[in-house]
T-cell receptor
Framework: QKEVEQNSGPLSVPEGAIASLNCTYSDRGSQSFFWYRQYSGKSPELIMFIYSNGDKEDGRFTAQLNKASQYVSLLIRDSQPSDSATYLCAVPPRGGSYIPTFGRGTSLIVHP | DADVTQTPRNRITKTGKRIMLECSQTKGHDRMYWYRQDPGLGLRLIYYSFDVKDINKGEISDGYSVSRQAQAKFSLSLESAIPNQTALYFC????????????FGPGTRLTVL
């Protein structure tokens, strides 16, 4: 059974700081990963997709993948109160599985 | 705009009632999913369908049933609602062969009294 683990938080950071969100996964064969953002009461939306070791940057967001250690991180630079949300890590289907695996999410609070 | 829509957006019902949640999509995706979300438990998969003739149970299918009426429509039914089915329900679609990104509908907040 594939597992995706996230600290539920909340992670509280001041405005302008770097927020670091972490995710570990059990399936060593996983090749790609998603980060979704979910505002309270709203649906998740994809913000980052990473499939190779190293960093992927998109604006203020950087995803970091370390396959040897089986973790993937999301860094948010210059955090804003509007970044306050729950961030879900997910692994797409692979092998004999046809469904994605979601972590339970980390709640981020950015305070002014 | 290509989209995933859900009806109703909010529903309050009583124990024992039958209720149907509907999902429609204009993305042209074959794969459709129903999830429920409870505080602290994350997204849990109820049912999924890869085409009109393919229906599969997820991890928490007991008490639920689904119907895939067309490629674009996937309905979730609670035959006899109970209070612990109170949750936020999401429909999602994906297109295998691209990134497997899940596209979520806006959600249905269901309360069973």
């Amino acid at each position: 059974q594939k597992e995706v683990e996230q600290n539920s938080g909340p992670l509280s950071v001041p405005e302008g700081a770097i927020a670091s969100l972490n995710c570990t996964y059990s399936d060593r064969g996983s090749q790609s990963f998603f980060w979704y953002r979910q505002y309270s009461g709203k649906s998740p939306e994809l913000i980052m997709f990473i499939y190779s070791n190293g960093d992927k940057e998109d604006g203020r967001f950087t995803a970091q993948l370390n396959k040897a250690s089986q973790y993937v991180s999301l860094l948010i630079r210059d955090s804003q109160p509007s970044d306050s949300a729950t961030y879900l890590c997910a692994v797409p289907p692979r092998g004999g599985s046809y469904i994605p695996t979601f972590g339970r999410g980390t709640s981020l609070i950015v305070h002014p | 705009d290509a989209d995933v829509t859900q009806t109703p957006r909010n529903r309050i019902t009583k124990t024992g009632k039958r209720i149907m949640l509907e999902c429609s999509q204009t993305k042209g995706h074959d794969r459709m999913y129903w999830y429920r979300q409870d505080p602290g438990l994350g997204l849990r998969l109820i049912y999924y369908s890869f085409d009109v003739k393919d229906i599969n149970k997820g991890e928490i299918s007991d008490g639920y049933s689904v119907s895939r009426q067309a490629q674009a429509k996937f309905s979730l039914s609670l035959e006899s609602a109970i209070p612990n089915q109170t949750a936020l329900y999401f429909c999602a679609t994906s297109d295998l062969g691209r990134s497997d990104e899940q596209f979520f509908g806006p959600g249905t907040r269901l309360t069973v009294l």
